[in-house]
């Protein structure tokens, strides 16, 4: 299992980046490599994603599952994605909090497993591209946000569901 964490500031308020986060038609300009993303329910998403690690570029067809949403601070999703000789599953958490200045610390924690060829590229390598691709994602939802892009929440957590990682 791998393990990625952060941080990311924001200038606007929890209540108002809740909207871009349960999103999908935001989250899928934001998310790198990500052609679209379809609603499939109030809590299942699909998507197809492209992830380049070093010489291994795989497309992953993804399947998320929103198991937790406490509007507007808490978000965590499980996902899991095939791809031709790779797959990962992971648990997503993600917490905003206002922080003094009218805007928001999001703090996210990702827990990962990965195997196929994409797994013995080992954990540094998958630990830099996933902090780039986070650090992209969160600078193009904050672009989309300071520019007014609308944006209105679509999903809820499906009920019962538990973030849990197959080992």
């Not at 990500?34 to 399947?63: N, R, W, Y």
């Not at 986070?134 to 679509?154: H, I």
Request: net charge negative.
């Amino acid at each position: 299992m791998i393990e990625f964490s952060g941080e990311f500031d924001s200038d606007h308020a929890p209540e108002q980046l809740w909207k871009y986060f349960t999103d999908p038609d935001i989250l899928a300009q934001c998310a790198p490599g990500c052609d679209h993303i379809e609603q499939e329910s109030e809590s299942e998403l699909s998507a197809t994603v492209a992830v380049g690690v070093g010489s291994v570029k795989p497309t992953f067809d993804v399947d998320m599952v929103v198991v937790e949403a406490q509007q507007p601070n808490r978000l965590v999703m499980n996902a899991g994605g095939d791809a031709s000789r790779n797959s990962f599953e992971t648990v997503a958490e993600m917490d905003l909090v206002a922080n003094g200045s009218g805007g928001t610390t999001a703090t996210w924690h990702a827990e990962t497993n990965v195997s196929g060829l994409i797994a013995s590229l080992g954990q540094r390598a998958l630990g830099s591209v996933a902090e780039r691709l986070v650090n992209n994602f969160f600078d193009d939802l904050e672009e989309l946000a300071d520019e007014g892009v609308p944006a209105e929440s679509k999903i809820s957590a499906k009920p019962e569901a538990e973030a849990t990682l197959e080992e």
